[in-house]
Structure formats: C-alpha cells, structure tokens
Nanobody, 127 residues
Framework: QLQLVESGGGLVQSGGSLRLSCAASGFPSNYYNIGWFRQAPGKEREGVSCMASSDGSTYYADSVKGRFTISRDNAKNTAYLQMNSLKPEDTAVYYC????????????????????WGQGTQVTVSS
C-alpha cells in the first residue's frame, strides 16, 4: 500500500507563490508516476500536473502551464508542486496522487487513472 501525505497549502494573495509537498511511503519511487489534482467547490477533480518516474517527463494542464512546476526528490520519496503567479481561480483542494506502472502520465492526468490519493491540502488565493 502506498501512502501519500500532502503539506504546504494555505492562504496567499493573488500573484503569490506556494510550494506543495507530497511525502510518499510504501513503494520505491521508481514503481509509480506522481501527480497533482485539484478540486474546486462545485467542480470536478482535474489533473494539474503529472510526472513520469521513468524519464521525468511531465504533463501540465493548460491553465497552469508556465506558472506551476512539478518535481520529485527520489532520495526523499517526495514530490513537489511549485505554484507561482497564483490566481483566485487556482483556489481548490489539491491532492497528490500516485499511479503504479504501467499507467502513463496521460492516463493519470487526462483520464484520471490512478491508484492512490493523499488526503488533500487547501489552497486559497485571495484577490
């Protein structure tokens, strides 16, 4: 069983930055791809960014391209989502997710095919 614990959410003003962290345990890092989803009130959960364990390739939703950066530290089994130039529409609960191989990052972020979820962390961007 893979366990994911997010941290780093909070309240920030529009234009500000936050970095989310996701600490994973239970599987070696090369067994799974990692990603971030978000869910705003009244909206469906959407894939924000995903990263492949094999080659570090990434996927970003159009709404966050150029502002968000996903990364992972395999030695620490931790993934990050650096969020810059935040906008009020980025307000949501952000979830870390992990998909065991052979799921691809497109499977994860586009088709929401994944295996494990964290508990979520709230990000609120004030205008």
């Amino acid at each position: 069983q893979l366990q994911l614990v997010e941290s780093g959410g909070g309240l920030v003003q529009s234009g500000g930055s936050l970095r989310l962290s996701c600490a994973a345990s239970g599987f070696p890092s090369n067994y799974y791809n990692i990603g971030w989803f978000r869910q705003a009130p009244g909206k469906e959960r959407e894939g924000v960014s995903c990263m492949a364990s094999s080659d570090g390739s990434t996927y970003y939703a159009d709404s966050v391209k150029g502002r968000f950066t996903i990364s992972r530290d395999n030695a620490k089994n931790t993934a990050y989502l650096q969020m810059n130039s935040l906008k009020p529409e980025d307000t949501a609960v952000y979830y870390c997710t992990a998909a065991l191989l052979p799921y691809t990052i497109q499977d994860m972020c586009v088709r929401t095919r994944t295996n494990y979820w964290g508990q979520g962390t709230q990000v609120t961007v004030s205008s």
